[in-house]
T-cell receptor, first 118, second 116 residues
Framework: AQTVTQSQPEMSVQEAETVTLSCTYD???????LFWYKQPPSRQMILVIR??????QNATENRFSVNFQKAAKSFSLKISDSQLGDAAMYFC???????????????FGQGTILTVHP | ETGVTQTPRHLVMGMTNKKSLKCEQH?????MYWYKQSAKKPLELMFV???????ENNSVPSRFSPECPNSSHLFLHLHTLQPEDSALYLC???????????????FGPGTRLTVL
């Protein structure tokens, strides 16, 4: 079974600064997808960024980028130019790319609470 | 707004009550999910439905009973719950169950359930 670990229960950053959230995972599969989700106080879970394991290039979405290290099974999220609206709980998630028994199940980490200071 | 709505947003119930949580998606998706989010724990997948057929029951106690009358609606019927069932219950939907990278799950805002 796959597991996802986020070792930072809480992080904080000054507005306009950069912060990196850590995520490691454990799997025996070679093909999979990794995601970062954001859950603001409103509780609506929103997809921030996704990475396909077979792609070596790190995904980027505006101010959000990832550092995907497949051999190390590490998938960190970097937020540049942090904004007050970035304050939220961030979840790292894994999904197998296999067909058959895989039905798109997401395995989540414990989450990291990000505080942005003005 | 992601197109997935949940009602009620908050629910307080006694252990002997019977209540239902409702989820509705307006995205034309064929797969729907129930997750449980407890404090300081990862989200736990509870149930998965595809085209109104349950395809996953992730060892959930029988006091939780899902129902999917059509591909747009998903219910979670609750009865004789325990205080440890207090949590945020999230509904999600996706186009289908296949594992493609773009088969994103869209989440609702959740129902905050408190069992007294």
């Amino acid at each position: 079974a796959q597991t996802v670990t986020q070792s930072q229960p809480e992080m904080s950053v000054q507005e306009a600064e950069t912060v990196t959230l850590s995520c490691t995972y454990d799997t025996s599969e070679s093909d999979y997808y990794l995601f970062w989700y954001k859950q603001p106080p409103s509780r609506q879970m929103i997809l921030v960024i996704r990475q396909e394991a077979y792609k070596q290039q790190n995904a980027t979405e505006n101010r959000f980028s990832v550092n995907f290290q497949k051999a190390a099974k590490s998938f960190s999220l970097k937020i540049s130019d942090s904004q007050l609206g970035d304050a939220a709980m961030y979840f790292c998630a894994y999904r197998s790319a296999l067909g058959g028994t895989s039905y798109g199940k997401l395995t989540f980490g414990q989450g990291t609470i990000l505080t942005v200071h003005p | 707004e992601t197109g997935v709505t949940q009602t009620p947003r908050h629910l307080v119930m006694g252990m002997t009550n019977k209540k239902s949580l409702k989820c509705e998606q307006h995205l034309g998706h064929n797969a729907m999910y129930w997750y449980k989010q407890s404090a300081k724990k990862p989200l736990e997948l509870m149930f998965v439905y595809s085209l109104e057929e349950r395809v996953e029951n992730n060892s959930v106690p029988s006091r939780f009973s899902p129902e999917c009358p059509n591909s747009s609606h998903l219910f979670l019927h609750l009865h004789t719950l325990q205080p440890e069932d207090s949590a945020l219950y999230l509904c999600a939907s996706s186009h289908h169950l296949l594992a493609g990278v773009n088969n994103e799950q869209f989440f609702g805002p959740g129902t905050r359930l408190t069992v007294l």
